[in-house]
């Protein structure tokens, strides 16, 4: 545990020398513990979102919310707040880390000739430091201080995030920042396209069910 929280200040703080050790050391217990971490911080946000979209405070600050609470209140009493969600919510940091790491490992190994699977996936799941950092502040901020203002610092979270992603693939395959930003950026452009077509699909599918 201790070197957990020791992972994660290090990457806030160094975060060169942070990649650099994992990728020597490649410490597979503090990643384990930080991804469990990680998994109970998404449940407690998901559900604090959630009470607070389905709140009367935030019906009286939007429109929009009374319509989704008349909606949609129902479905998610009986379907999002079980146990199975729960589980879920909790283990899904494992799940994207072991996926995303998939893909990018396989296009840095087609451009590199390199690969350390291990080390890329120790290395993402702590460059999630960011988003775990915005989870929590957006969390207190949406309950505080309403929904508006739980994203005003979002943007500077992916930004962050970003740098520490490809700063990790700069590390793990030993290339230069130029090579590490088209490692990055190579998979997005061509899977968000993807999503997004595949989404409008289906979206004219449900459409004329709703």
């Known amino acids: 545990m201790f070197e957990t929280f020791k992972l994660f200040w290090k990457v806030i703080s160094k975060p ?10 490649k410490p597979l217990y503090a990643t384990v513990t930080y991804l469990f971490i990680f998994g109970a911080v998404s449940y407690f946000s998901f559900y604090a979102s959630l009470e607070y979209l389905l709140s009367s405070k935030a019906a009286e600050n939007s429109a929009i919310i009374m319509e989704f609470q008349k909606e949609f209140s129902s479905i998610f009493s009986n379907y999002v707040f079980s146990p199975l969600v729960a589980v879920l919510l909790i283990i899904s940091p494992f799940i994207f880390t072991f996926l995303t790491v998939g ?10 000739k390199r690969s350390d699977g291990i080390a890329l996936f120790i290395s993402f799941t702590f460059a999630s430091v960011p988003s775990l950092i915005s989870k929590l502040i957006n969390t207190f901020m949406m309950n505080f201080l ?5 994203y005003l610092f979002t943007v500077l979270f992916l930004i962050w995030g970003i740098m520490l992603y490809i700063l990790a693939i700069e590390k793990v395959f030993g290339v230069n920042r130029r090579v590490a930003l088209g490692i990055f950026f ?7 396209p993807i999503v997004l077509l595949y989404s409008s699909y289906l979206l004219g599918i449900i459409s004329p069910l709703l």
């Open 16 to 25: 060169n020398e942070t990649f650099q050790h994992i990728r020597e050391r």
């Open 103 to 112: 893909i990018f490992s396989l296009v840095g190994e087609f451009i590199t």
């Open 146 to 150: 309403g929904f508006g203002m739980s």
């Open 186 to 192: 190579i998979p997005i452009i061509i899977i968000v």
